[in-house]
């Protein structure tokens, strides 16, 4: 095990502005770097500062590589066909839409980069090729990343599940 990596970044570095990692997610982080370190034997490896500074742009950087990664945008696979914006939105104004407003949302967003700043849509696509290629150098084959994907624990959600009378017993 002592030639397995583990590179943890701390914090959030491409968290959204105002927020910040809490307390829990930090700790359940650093014990888990603990555990792979001091019990399991790996070797713990830093990310560089280009990186971590890489990271600090992660939502443009996932986007854009998002858009750019296949032909078929991600909104058409969601949607099941191409995407006329404004046509399917007044549908969904007048009642007679098949998708939500979330879907719709999506496919706003998604091409919003590339259309409204395509040098920075272009040079976040160089930044996450550049990043991508650091953490495969720095990971090899059979290294473990560890990175907070949210600023805080997942909430509980409380619901009533009723039982539904086909499920039960006469």
């Given amino acids: 095990m002592s030639k397995l ?3 943890s970044i701390a914090g959030h570095p491409g968290v959204l502005i105002g927020q910040s990692v809490t307390p829990e997610i930090e700790d359940a982080q650093t014990k888990v770097l603990h555990h792979l370190v001091e019990v399991v034997g790996m070797k713990q490896i830093a990310p560089s500062k280009q990186l971590l500074e890489g990271l ?3 939502f443009d950087v996932w986007s854009a590589m998002l858009n750019a990664a296949a032909d078929t945008p991600f909104t058409d696979l969601l949607i099941g066909r191409k995407v006329d914006f404004f046509k399917d ?4 104004l007048t009642g007679k839409s098949s998708h939500t407003l979330p879907a719709l949302g999506l496919a706003w967003i998604e091409k919003f980069p590339e259309i409204i700043a395509p040098a920075r849509f272009q040079a976040s696509i160089k ?3 550049e990043m991508r290629k650091e953490i495969q150098e720095l990971l090899g084959e059979d290294g ?3 990175y907070p994907t949210h600023p805080t624990p997942a909430v509980l959600v409380l619901f009533i599940y009723s039982h539904s009378r086909a ?4």
């Fill in 144 to 146: 473990i990343l560890l």
């Fill in 89 to 92: 939105f007044g549908a969904l």
């Fill in 167 to 170: 499920y039960e017993n006469s």
């Fill in 127 to 129: 930044k996450g090729l």
């Fill in 56 to 58: 600090t742009q992660a």
């Fill in 5 to 7: 990596r583990v590179l």
